[in-house]
Structures are given as C-alpha cells and as structure tokens.
C-alpha cells in the first residue's frame, strides 16, 4: 500500500509565499515523475509543475517565474514553493506521482490534496 500525504496549505495574502510538501510512503520500489496539480470547483484538474527522477522539471505557463518544485529522492517527498501568489492561484493543491511497488505494479497515485486561498 501507498500514501501520498500533503502538507502546506492555507490563507496567504497576495504577493506572499506558501510552501508545499508530499511525501510518499509504502511498499515503494522506484519513484519516477512527480507532480502538482491544482483543482477549482467545476473545472478541470490542471498541471502545475512536475519533476522527474533526474531533476528535469516543467511548469505550468501561469507558474513559470513564480512557484519552483523540488524534490528529495532519500525522503520520497516532492516541494512546491510558491511565490507572488496571486488569487487565481487559489485552488486545490494535489500531488502526483508514479510509483512502483515493491510487487512491481506501477501506477499513479494522488494525495488527498490541501487548499491555498490567496486572498486579503
């Protein structure tokens, strides 16, 4: 069995900073790409930053210059600092990532997400 377990989330005020943590746990063999996304009420759940087991990183167009994710591989935990938060950034945060077990099943699997308001 796998967990993702986010923390982090909360009420900032425009132009401040929020960081977010995932960290994995489990019958973990490998984790590849990890990611964040986020979720408004009746939209889509959209992409806003991911990282591979290497490093490489890819970012939202509406993030890029403002959030930078991160990764530490010993912990199995995924970071999303996010900077001159604005109140579109308001959503649901969830985390993402593939893992593949100890029994060799790969799949991916979400966090239970944490809320961000960006609001005065």
């Known amino acids: 069995q796998v967990q993702l377990v986010e923390s982090g989330g909360g009420l900032v005020q425009p132009g401040g900073s929020v960081r977010l943590s995932c960290a994995a746990s489990g019958t973990i063999y490998s984790i590849y790409t990890m990611a964040w996304y986020r979720q408004t009420p009746g939209k889509q759940r959209d992409m806003v930053a991911s990282?591979?087991?290497?490093?490489?990183?890819d970012y939202a167009d509406s993030v890029k210059g403002r959030f930078t994710v991160t990764r530490d591989n010993a912990k199995n935990t995924i970071y999303l600092q996010m900077n001159s938060l604005k109140p579109e950034d308001t959503a649901v945060y969830y985390c993402n990532a593939d893992i593949r077990r100890t029994t060799g099943f790969r799949n991916l699997d979400w966090g239970q997400g944490t809320q961000v308001t960006v609001s005065s």
């Open positions: 990282i591979t087991n290497g490093g490489i990183t």
